[in-house]
Nanobody
Framework: QVQLVESGGGVVQAGDSLRLSCSTS????????MAWFRQAPGKEREFVAA????????RTGDSVKGRFTISKDKNKNAIYLQMNSLKPEDTAVYYC???????????????????WGQGTQVTVSL
């Protein structure tokens, strides 16, 4: 099981920006895709963004489109989530995930994300 570690969460005010990072220490890491999900208290887990690991392609969820950007650095085995114009409704625990199994050509929202990090808390206040 791949170990994923998130960082970069914190408490910010509405309108601020944050950059989340997710990395693995696996020397021979390989995946079909990596993604960010979030879960707010009392709500279901929500897809935020995903990026294909060895191919070109990314997707951002409707609720964050235009404000959040996912990127990858294969040399560092890392992905990032740049979050701009944060809103109180963005408050959640943000999880990094990797899809290492299943059809490689699935859509980014259909992958079975089978490896998960512990999460990092993002709190946005008014």
């Amino acid at each position: 099981q791949v170990q994923l570690v998130e960082s970069g969460g914190g408490v910010v005010q509405a309108g601020d920006s944050l950059r989340l990072s997710c990395s693995t220490s696996e020397r021979t890491f390989s995946a079909h895709a990596m993604a960010w999900f979030r879960q707010a208290p009392g709500k279901e887990r929500e897809f935020v963004a995903a990026v294909r690991w060895s191919r070109v392609g990314s997707r951002t969820g409707d609720s964050v489109k235009g404000r959040f950007t996912i990127s990858k650095d294969k040399n560092k085995n890392a992905i990032y989530l740049q979050m701009n114009s944060l809103k109180p409704e963005d408050t959640a625990v943000y999880y990094c995930a990797a899809a290492t199994i299943g059809p490689w050509n699935s859509s980014l929202t259909d992958f079975k994300y089978n490896c998960w990090g512990q999460g990092t808390q993002v709190t946005v206040s008014l």
